[in-house]
Nanobody
């Protein structure tokens, strides 16, 4: 059974940085599509960064491009989200999500939709709060 555990959330001031970690266990496939979503109160869950573990291919939402960076350590089955130049509008619960992906074509299909419904596995979330 796949389990995802996020860590690294917290409170920072505008312009600060945080690094989130998503440690996975129970993986049975060799490659996965992994993503970070976020959800603020009263808003829909938004995909902000995606990575295909097979070749490191990445995708970012426009709202975080140039500020957030997703990376992976395959030996540790861990995906990271480095968040720089944080803004109050980045305040949200951040969730790690994963889905079995055998090819980059499948990854491209996922980022074409950017829907949380394409992911089968979810972590419990970690809160990020950015104050002005």
């Amino acid at each position: 059974q796949v389990q995802l555990v996020e860590s690294g959330g917290g409170s920072v001031q505008t312009g600060g940085s945080l690094r989130l970690s998503c440690a996975a266990s129970g993986y049975t496939y060799s490659t996965y599509c992994t993503a970070w979503f976020r959800q603020a109160p009263g808003k829909e869950r938004e995909g902000v960064a995606f990575i295909y573990t097979g070749d490191g291919n990445t995708y970012y939402a426009d709202s975080v491009k140039g500020r957030f960076y997703i990376s992976q350590d395959n030996a540790k089955n861990t995906v990271y989200l480095q968040m720089n130049s944080l803004k109050p509008e980045d305040t949200a619960m951040y969730y790690c999500a994963a889905e079995e992906c055998m090819t980059v074509i499948q990854f491209l299909g996922i980022i074409a939709r950017l829907s949380p419904r394409t992911f089968s596995y979810w972590g419990q979330g970690t809160q990020v709060t950015v104050s002005s």
